[in-house]
């Protein structure tokens, strides 16, 4: 089977093997959240005991959204918008997916600037600038790159027209075959940075700070947190799932796929950790998180070991592979939409959606520079682009979708979907998910948006 056939219209191009869907899905999912979110986190917040709460709030959080929205892209077969009004026609439900598209456009407008740090990295790293063993260096080189409004809007323009040329390619031919090659890369890019990591003397100590396990350091804080993080991670909220979703051949298990990536996922997580914290502790680096582990904690510490430089260039190459399987997710949601029901080709979707992008993108770029001190609700442009969607939009998101699919659509519509039309024998699969996702993650989701709005603080 090559193409799939949309119920009724011509061709509908999706992903055509099992391997590309796990690629395209954990391509998505894997990204900046792996590097510089959640090695950290389990870090500050009791080791492998965060592990084990991260994986409890993904089982009931993160996961059940993923596989709520992956059924409904796949049963309606369109874009986040038009697969809710195909299943509930006449009712307001889409608002969800138009939520989603905005949500998914501007989160690509922030997280296009981060992941074109990591990009110029790459040559930075290559060129010898980034070569030394003091923070204050590093934290310079960081500081002139941000604060260079030529330099922030062309990288992020090279990253966002990079990204175009591949959605324009196709699903099949652009996605799928792109991650395909991607995915394996970063696994053995990962696997070669642990290894330098964990064999230089004193990696012990940091291994410590990533497993040993602290109950003590779990509060009802960190518990949210893992929350919100599994929403961040498995890229739910804003209709990426429901677009890949409609991409999944009809034969494909989407609660063991879902389950899959969701455990990759966290692997790649732990093994970025592997991947750090040991040549930080080593050298005698302070952890830390975002911005300032990638960009000026890790050249120090590259800077620090011998062959350094070889290994900085080939953790910044498998960071931005990382960002861009997520960065496709994020901008065919848009083009799936625009090409779908304004009948436009997807080369003009794509390029009116690179458009917008760079349009707001640049409000992002700036933020460090010529618009630092623009600022809306206190923040700057990026911290509000970063705030609405992370805080508000996913978390609204994913809170409806579940209300939607649990209470309006019902078990038997999500065991039809679920189980390829009785082909597949997860009965039990389908009942714990139908509990689980009707009464417990809407609960917790209202609990994650109501913290992320301030409107509770624990
Ligand atoms: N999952 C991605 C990460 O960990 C981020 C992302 C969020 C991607 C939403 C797509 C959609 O970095």
């Avoid at 709520?68 to 809710?84: F, N, P």
């Avoid at 848009?334 to 436009?344: D, E, T, Y």
Wanted: charged letters at 10%; aromatic letters at 12%; hydrophobic letters at 55%.
């Amino acid at each position: 089977m090559k193409m799939q056939q949309a119920p009724g219209k011509g061709f509908r191009d999706g992903f055509t093997t099992n391997l590309g869907v796990i690629a395209a899905t954990l391509g998505s999912a894997v990204g900046l959240g792996n590097i510089w979110k959640f090695p950290y986190l389990t870090g500050v917040n009791g080791g492998a005991a965060f592990i084990i709460i991260y994986l409890l709030c993904t089982l009931l959080v993160g996961l059940p959204v993923m596989i709520t929205e992956l059924i409904i892209g796949r049963r309606a077969r369109a874009d986040a918008i038009t697969s809710l009004q195909k299943l509930e026609p006449r009712q307001p439900w889409y608002l969800v997916g138009v939520s989603g598209v905005i949500a998914a456009f501007l989160i690509l407008a922030f997280y296009s600037e981060v992941a074109c740090w990591v990009f110029a990295y790459i040559f930075k790293a290559a060129s010898g600038v980034l070569a030394s063993t003091d923070p204050e260096v590093t934290s310079q080189a960081f500081a002139n790159m941000i604060t260079n409004p030529v330099q922030s809007l062309v990288w992020q323009w090279i990253v966002l027209v990079f990204i175009s040329v591949i959605i324009i390619a196709g699903v099949s031919k652009g996605i799928e075959a792109m991650t395909k090659r991607l995915v394996p890369c970063l696994f053995l890019l990962l696997l070669l940075v642990c290894a330098r990591s964990l064999t230089l003397p004193g990696a012990a100590e940091g291994l410590g700070f990533l497993f040993k396990p602290d109950f003590s350091k779990v509060t009802w804080a960190t518990v949210l947190t893992a929350m919100g993080l599994s929403f961040f991670k498995l890229s739910v909220g804003m209709g990426t799932m429901i677009t890949y979703g409609s991409y999944f051949r009809d034969d494909q298990n989407i609660p063991g796929t879902a389950a899959r990536v969701m455990l990759a996922d966290v692997a790649v997580s732990i093994l970025a950790g592997l991947a750090i914290f040991p040549a930080v502790f080593a050298f005698g680096f302070e952890p830390g998180a975002g911005p300032k582990l990638l960009f000026i904690t890790i050249p120090a510490v590259f800077s620090s070991m011998p062959l350094g430089g070889v290994f900085m260039v080939i953790f910044f190459i498998l960071t931005a592979i990382a960002a861009t399987g997520a960065m496709l997710s994020l901008m065919e949601v848009p083009v799936a939409f625009i090409s779908g029901r304004l009948g436009w080709s997807r080369t003009t979707a794509t390029l009116v959606t690179l458009a917008g992008l760079v349009l707001l993108g640049s409000t992002a770029a700036l933020s460090n520079s010529t618009m630092a001190d623009f600022k809306l609700l206190g923040m700057t442009m990026f911290d509000l682009l970063d705030y609405s969607t992370s805080n508000v939009l996913l978390p609204l998101g994913g809170l409806f979708l579940c209300l939607f699919i649990g209470w309006r659509w019902g078990l038997e519509n999500i065991r039809r979907t679920a189980s390829n039309e009785g082909s597949l024998n997860n009965d039990a699969v389908i009942g714990a998910f139908y509990a689980v996702v009707k009464f417990v993650t809407p609960l917790l989701v209202f609990v994650v948006l109501l913290n992320g709005l301030g409107i509770i603080k624990l």
